[in-house]
């Protein structure tokens, strides 16, 4: 009884996640982010000695 009082109080029996995906896919998308960001700076590598 002390242990079902105890599990509903601290919400132990929830198996349902507050996030939307898994933490790899974060992960994913941060990588995915990061190498567009790399590309945006990769096509402006020689821009100053042009002209």
């Known amino acids: 009884?002390?242990?079902?009082?105890?599990?509903?109080?601290?919400?132990a029996g929830e198996t349902a996640s507050s996030e939307?995906?898994?933490p790899l896919v974060f992960g994913l998308i941060a990588f995915a982010v990061f190498l567009l960001l790399l590309g945006i700076l990769?096509?402006?590598?020689s821009v100053g000695n042009r002209h």
């Open 42 to 45: 990769w096509a402006f590598r």
């Open 20 to 22: 939307p995906f898994p």
């Open 1 to 11: 009884m002390l242990v079902a009082l105890v599990m509903s109080a601290t919400g």
